[in-house]
């Protein structure tokens, strides 16, 4: 008896177990079937860009992961005619994603690198002044910028966390100082826009008490709290700047070298044991490149604060709207951390 009971024990089992990889397979096929048809979307409405104008755009981050995607897929729209310029740190990486751009046609058309290192305000105001004083006008902004060497806090020469410094305060000056040539190109009736890449509506409540988690550090903190940082210093933005748009995307699980960097082995691992995991429900980074530029595109039609999901669609879940308190108390905490350096290099 015990031996039949054991015997229909183990053929509900497998039967269970048949059931769960059916619907597993199922749901991966529908997705897939669902992304694939999104991507095309996303492409053809791409393909279909063709301002009247030689537009120009900065990809802060654009060296590699979801940057590189974005600047690959608007060179490869625009057929290289358009000013590009990288910003980053590895000029080798960047060098070889620029020869691969289509070889522009169009008169003022060019393709360059900047040299940043984005983790020390004083390098992105060395650079954005330089920026402006050659750049009549900017027509989009993109800012993908992220680094993960250590899980604790680690802080620059400035007193800022790096992980915070590229995801949240380098993201905030380069764009304050580049408003300058963002209003120019809305003075001549041309698209102006910012676009963030990082984490829209994935930000959860901010320790009000502690901004820039310099007392209660964790790495969780960061991935919970900088996300909503992003979504109302972007709408602080927005409503100093109405004539410009200002969009926070969120792309998904993104295959890229994000953690590749780590320090510790264990954790290095860790982390490309989860990027390993999730590849079935992930996209190349050149997926995301072409839904990442479909959102921008779209949102950049009308001026205002957006958020983009993983497709390149308007986000719709998940909303934070800020207070003026909030936003005024955030504003001027980034201001003051972003100015930080001023005194402490006099």
């Known amino acids: 008896m015990s031996s039949f009971l054991s015997s229909v024990a183990s053929s509900t089992t497998k039967q269970a177990a048949a059931a769960v990889?059916?619907?597993a397979l199922t749901f991966l096929?529908?997705?897939?079937?669902?992304?694939?048809?999104?991507?095309?979307?996303?492409v053809s409405a791409n393909s279909s860009f063709s301002p009247s104008y030689l537009p120009v755009a900065i990809f802060v981050g654009g060296t590699g992961g979801i940057g590189q995607g974005t600047a690959e897929a608007f060179a490869r729209h625009?057929?290289?005619?358009?000013?590009?310029?990288?910003?980053?740190?590895n000029r080798v990486a960047a060098e070889t994603i620029i020869s691969k751009f289509p070889t522009p046609t169009a008169e003022g058309a060019k393709h360059e690198f900047v040299y940043c290192d984005l983790t020390l305000m004083k390098n992105i105001e060395n650079t954005t002044k330089s920026l402006l004083e050659r750049l009549p006008r900017v027509n989009f902004l993109v800012l993908s910028t992220a680094s993960v060497t250590k899980i604790g806090r680690e802080e620059t020469e400035e007193g800022i966390d790096k992980k915070l410094a590229?995801?949240?305060?380098g993201r905030f000056k380069f764009i304050n100082d580049m408003l300058p040539a963002l209003r120019n190109a809305v003075a001549r009736d041309e698209v102006a826009s910012v676009y963030c890449i990082a984490a829209a509506g994935?930000?959860?409540?901010?320790d009000w008490d502690d901004l820039g988690l310099k007392k209660t550090y964790r790495f969780v903190s960061v991935r919970q709290q900088v996300p909503r940082y992003l979504?109302?210093?972007?709408?602080?933005?927005?409503?100093?700047?109405?004539?410009?748009?200002?969009i926070h995307a969120w792309p998904g699980t993104v295959r890229t070298n994000l953690g590749h960097s780590i320090e510790s082995t264990p954790l290095r691992l860790t982390f490309k044991l989860m990027m390993l995991l999730a590849y079935p429900v992930s996209m190349s980074y050149a997926q995301s490149g072409e839904y990442m530029l479909h959102g921008m595109l779209s949102a950049s039609k009308q001026a205002?604060?957006?958020r983009i999901d993983e497709d390149g669609k308007n986000m719709t879940k998940n909303e934070y709207i800020?207070?003026?308190?909030?936003?005024?108390?955030?504003?001027?905490?980034?201001?003051?951390?972003?100015?930080?350096?001023?005194s402490i290099s006099s």
């Open 322 to 342: 800020a207070s003026e308190e909030e936003r005024k108390k955030l504003w001027e905490h980034t201001v003051e951390e972003t100015s930080r350096w001023k």
């Open 304 to 306: 205002g604060w957006s």
């Open 166 to 169: 590229t995801f949240y305060y």
């Open 78 to 89: 625009t057929k290289g005619n358009a000013h590009i310029i990288i910003v980053g740190r």
């Open 29 to 42: 096929a529908l997705r897939q079937h669902r992304k694939m048809s999104a991507l095309r979307t996303a």
């Open 231 to 246: 979504d109302i210093i972007t709408q602080e933005f927005s409503i100093q700047n109405p004539a410009i748009s200002f």
């Open 202 to 206: 994935r930000g959860k409540t901010i």
């Open 21 to 23: 990889g059916v619907t």
